[in-house]
């Protein structure tokens, strides 16, 4: 079916119209052209993200094809929810044919089956949450890859406020994967490198890990060769109240927080407080972990994104590179 908001040039021929003037729409600025043939309203496009507009130029895809397309890689990852950095400036997809890999028309497309490792996710056929997982874990760098082995693990509510083919999810989509169902997908890579690379990252992972910032700052924590800390401490503060750290090194009393900007924009996240009140919270939070004698130490995406920063930050709390001991 359709997105509603796609105007589709063959619809307008079907009902005796005349498609020219969708073009000539698109040159008065009323609509924008996703892609042949598939156009919106301009005002709808503007209202729109960066992972909204990529799922809308999928289902532009979808519509438009015969035989509806695989999606893989990051575009499957984006309906899936797990944890991606950015958006791909093409649509990926899946081909079984030696000859049609190449790229063109906003689309990417790669070798491998069509039948195996698949799932429906709404309107769209993509690979399955297991070897989309595995198969970026092979590609990515390694901070990338790691936060999305991360986020396919993470077990947490899924499903009452999702919709299958939500292109802005913030949570995973589906049941955790397990362990196992991952290494059985690595092993299943052909490439021996690849397989390789993604068992590492397999073995590196947690399910502990709530965010894509959180696994990246593990990720730099460990190519500065840092001590990995433990994931989601948790503390009694004076006031009764528990407070979960993002990590703990218990050795040093050494608590680190990554800041993100969705704990103080997303609603979802700070309930019914405003943002000023949920900076208060937050203060008042880390003020009851120094008192139980806890150094706290906070950093933010660019931060973390600078390794000479990020290793300061670190220092600054006390922690030794491995690298240095």
């Known amino acids: 079916m359709a997105n509603p908001e796609l105007i589709l040039a063959s619809d307008v021929t079907r009902i005796g119209q005349d498609a020219r003037h969708l073009a000539k729409q698109v040159k008065r600025g009323g ?15 503007a209202e729109l993200n960066e992972r909204q507009r990529h799922g809308l130029q999928a289902a532009a895809l979808v519509n438009a094809a015969k035989t509806p397309p695989l999606f893989n890689a990051q575009t499957a990852a984006l309906l899936w929810g797990l944890g991606i950095v950015g958006v791909p ?4 997809t899946v081909t079984d044919d ?7 028309h906003g689309i990417r497309r790669s070798l491998g089956s069509l039948d195996s490792g698949v799932a429906r996710l709404g309107a769209f056929p993509v690979t399955d949450k ?21 986020s396919s693990r993470r077990n947490q509510r899924w499903g009452d406020a999702l919709e299958a083919d939500n292109w802005n999810k913030h949570k ?10 991952l290494a059985d997908a690595a092993s299943a890579l052909t490439s021996f490198s690849r397989k390789r690379r993604a068992e590492s990252i397999l073995d590196l992972s947690s399910d502990k890990s709530e965010s894509v910032g959180e696994s990246m700052s593990r990720a730099q924590m460990i190519l500065l060769n840092f001590p990995v800390p433990s994931l989601q401490g948790s503390f009694t503060l004076g006031n009764g109240r528990t407070a979960r750290t993002d990590f703990w090194w218990p050795e040093l009393n050494l608590v680190g ?47 973390m994104m600078n390794p000479r920063v990020f290793a300061r930050i670190l ?11």
Not at 99 to 104: L, N, Q, T, Y
Not at 135 to 146: D, G, H, I, P, S
């Open 130 to 150: 297991v070897r989309t997982t595995m198969e970026l874990a092979a590609t990515l760098n390694f901070a990338e890859a790691l936060a999305v082995v991360d």
């Open 257 to 303: 927080e990554f800041d993100g900007q969705g704990k103080y924009l997303r609603h979802g996240l700070r309930g019914n407080q405003t943002i000023q009140q949920a900076v208060m919270a937050e203060k008042a939070r880390e003020n009851g972990l120094r008192a139980l004698g806890l150094t706290v130490v906070r950093w933010d995406w660019s931060d």
């Open 31 to 45: 609509l924008v052209r996703v892609r042949r043939g598939a156009y919106v309203r301009s005002a709808y496009w």
């Open 172 to 181: 995973a989509w589906g049941p955790p994967a397990r362990v196992d169902e």
């Open 98 to 104: 030696p000859r049609g890999g190449r790229s063109k």
């Open 89 to 92: 400036k093409r649509l990926c």
């Open 315 to 325: 220092n600054d709390g006390g922690l030794r590179s491995l690298r240095a001991a």
